[in-house]
């Protein structure tokens, strides 16, 4: 993986979406690119701004550039990613912001997204109609950041025999080498206790050719219940969720659940979808 996005609103960041993103960027080795986004869902917002203006954030005592709170955002996400050693580039994009940044999508490895990113003042669910959106139509994964973590030493991919779920997992794997030597576990969910060994015994090969330690989880129930409930006290650990049958993708997105899902768990979710 070469290209990480990190997805802001151009007025306001959160800190702890920095920190997840600098530290996958570092453990990957990848360039880090800060999307400033601020144009509003209509598309209003203001004039284009110069490659020549958007530097001048770098000089000290350049009273323009200081007064424009975009612009003030912009150097202290430089100054974050300086501070971890982490090679970065900005891009200020001021269109529409979904139509924005699925088009930056298309020419990236991963999005990262800080759950509580908004376009809208009036919006009151969360994660809101932005974030609903990207994760649909993206065209490259997506992580939402969680809101603290220490470090993540294990993968839990969310597997049902489906293709979607397959092809999340295969994104992951692929994107992540470095979590090779990390623990997997694939938590297995049925609505009834007649699981498919043959299937389980080949997703089970294939994952040991590329992590060194597998552990399957069985499960039985409803997909969307018997995994949140597995993963309320899990900690240190990324989520990958495929399409996932549109079960538990569909829970996500609706924003009662998501809310729960996110504030709770604290988990990074990692998501891809064909």
Request: proline share 4%.
């Amino acid at each position: 993986m070469e290209k990480i996005l990190l997805a802001m609103e151009g007025i306001r960041q959160n800190t702890y979406a920095i920190d997840f993103a600098c530290y996958l960027a570092k453990l990957t080795g990848s360039r880090l690119t800060g999307v400033f986004l601020e144009g509003d869902p209509e598309g209003i917002g203001p004039a284009t701004i110069t490659d020549d203006e958007l530097e001048t954030v770098l000089k000290e005592g350049d009273t323009a550039a200081l007064a424009d709170p975009v612009l003030q955002q912009i150097r202290a996400f430089r100054e974050a990613c300086i501070c971890r050693e982490v090679p970065a580039r900005v891009h200020r994009d001021r269109g529409v912001p979904l139509g924005e940044i699925l088009v930056e999508s298309r020419f990236s490895d991963l999005i990262i997204l800080d759950p509580e990113t908004s376009f809208r003042k009036s919006e009151r669910e969360f994660p809101g109609e932005f974030i609903r959106d990207v994760l649909l139509a993206a065209e490259c994964p997506v992580m939402v950041s969680p809101y603290a973590f220490d470090t993540l030493d294990r993968v839990i991919f969310a597997y049902n025999g489906t293709s979607s779920s397959v092809f999340a997992i295969k994104q992951f794997t692929y994107l992540f080498p470095v979590f090779h030597n990390k623990k997997a576990i694939v938590v297995n969910v049925h609505k009834t206790d007649n699981s498919t060994l043959e299937e389980q015994f080949k997703m089970k090969e294939w994952l040991s050719a590329h992590y060194q330690d597998v552990e399957f989880v069985n499960l039985t129930g409803n997909s969307s219940d018997e995994l949140f409930g597995y993963l309320l006290e899990k900690k240190n650990a990324v989520v990958v969720l495929g399409a996932y049958g549109r079960g538990i993708l569909s829970r996500f997105l609706k924003p009662s659940h998501a809310s729960l899902l996110l504030r709770t768990i604290n988990l990074p979710i990692f998501i891809a979808h064909r």
